[in-house]
């Protein structure tokens, strides 16, 4: 039994499947313990396909008893990354371990640490659905 799931899991990592690791209902079983924080609010969900997400399966199926605001989604599919990660050119914030990376193109390839990127262009021109 245990070498079937790690087939799978192998399976699932090779064919670059990663919703095969966050199944609905245990997104149900989570989220049902913070239902109340969602109204009003608005849900960016970043998937390899939102087509395939189970996360945002959940947040459109339950979008009007969540009392969502705006549910927006995104995925970077096909993306070709040619930057080499160097400790050099991309140094880690004083007091934390993550790297800053201003560009989706800049992102390092092979690097499995934490990544600060942030959305500026988007939120400057798209200021009011923040509100």
């Given at each position: ?18 919703e ?37 399966h ?34 880690t ?39």
């Amino acid at each position: 039994m245990a070498t079937q799931t790690a087939r799978n899991l192998h399976a699932a990592k090779n064919a670059k499947k990663d919703e095969f690791y966050t199944q609905l209902a245990d997104i149900e079983n989570e989220l049902k313990h913070y239902r109340h924080h969602f109204k009003n609010k608005v849900v960016y969900c970043n998937c390899d396909d939102p087509r395939m997400s189970n996360f945002f399966h959940y947040f459109s199926y339950n979008f009007e008893d969540l009392g969502l605001k705006k549910l927006i989604t995104t995925c970077y599919q096909n993306l070709i990354l040619y930057k080499t990660y160097t400790p050099e050119a991309y140094p880690t914030y004083d007091n934390y371990d993550a790297i800053f990376v201003d560009k989706t193109k800049e992102i390092p390839m092979g690097y499995q640490g934490v990544m600060v990127y942030l959305l500026l262009f988007w939120i400057s021109t798209n200021r009011s659905s923040l509100n």
